[in-house]
């Protein structure tokens, strides 16, 4: 029961997204989108909604969470029912490739359930910080600045234990195979996204199978990488395939703000977007502070958070670190290793090969993404004076968001820029 409520907490989260189907170009995509998009921004809004409820001394509880949660969900389910219903894109559908879709996500399901590919971080901080900001009703400061709970790394962005305090206080007891579930749910969604956006059967099936491996070999079931990759793939893909500018921005500023609050890493993917997006398209420099002006804010809202609890470390620990540039050639052969995901780097050739025999043009800015990343990967990792060990713990989830890039690439690259067919919606 336990489990099956703590799943019943993640598929909750699209009501309280159901805003996002007030956008035109999100009403016309497939059911599967919208649910995965109002999902990323229902997971924001909750983890938002908890962290002004901690600020302000409001406890978490079955009372007020349902009440404030429930409150945005009708509001949400109101708006979208006095929405004027719109025509919904057709776009061909490739019955094979939605097989193996279905398939692929059926055995990351099974690899999760068997404990093939959960993760240490959800037993070691990840998880104990929901379960202890769930106890507390709120994010516990005390426990933060406990030196004993240092390798916690306390000032990591919130929104991974603040959904798994959610899920505790659904489930009451911390639901740890939902936790590990949560993967393979993530990797449907962006499933749904990439499919509906790119239109690319095919390459979907490439992306869900390149990224299905990488958690595999990464151990990233239940941590926070997962969640990661999924508001990647709908920032990316907004950027790469969407041409309404006011859709493209709203899905995109989701995407970077739920990267940021995500891991630090999500920070990094940021400014990689932001530089490679106004490098790309340097007129749109504008737009592009828009869509990052909410990641900021929250970057912003955490940052003074932290600083006030004085708990503030990974954030400011640039300037702590010299740079080892002796090490650079072996962090590149320990991360060229890594990169091979066990399967002798197809992951990387697969989506290169696409775009080599595609448009790369249309694939430069994803590819942009994809080299910046890597390089603030190098980066940080010259960081350490032997960066073994952390190359070969965190690297393959790591260089999932690259890997993610490559394959948005290979899908911009093959794209016909022809406009779809529509048909009339339900009303």
Known sequence: ???????????????????????????????????????????????????????????????????????????GIVAVARTRAESREVRSRNIVADIAIVLLLVLAAYAAVDARESSGDLHYFWGP???????????????????????MHPDYPPLVPLLYAWSMVVSRRFAWWAAVLSGPLLLAGIAAVVRALGGKGALTVLTVVTLAQAMLVGYAAGAADPLLVFFEAIALAALAFVEDPRAQTTLAAIGLAGAVWTKIEGTTFAIAVIVALVSVRPREWKRAAIMAAPAAALVAAWTLYISVAGVLDMYAAAGRFPIHPEVLPRTLGLMGSAASYEAFWIPWIAPLLFVATGDWRRAAFPLLVAALTILAAIYFYIHAGDPAWWIASSAPRVLMTPVLALDIAASASTRSRSSPQVEPAAA
Not at 144 to 149: A, E, I, T, V, Y
Request: proline share 1%.
């Open 129 to 151: 910080k929901g379960v202890r900001f769930a106890r507390a009703g709120g994010i516990d400061a005390d426990f933060l600045r406990n030196r004993d709970f240092y390798s």
């Open 1 to 75: 029961m336990t489990t099956l409520l703590g799943l019943v907490a993640w598929l909750l989260l699209p009501l309280f997204g159901l805003w996002t189907w007030r956008i035109d170009f999100v009403r016309r995509l497939d059911a599967a989108a919208r649910i995965a998009i109002a999902a990323a921004a229902g997971a924001l809004v909750t983890g938002v909604v908890m962290f002004t409820m901690s600020i302000l001394g409001i406890r978490w509880s079955h009372t007020t969470l349902f009440l404030i949660l429930g409150i945005i969900a009708v509001a």
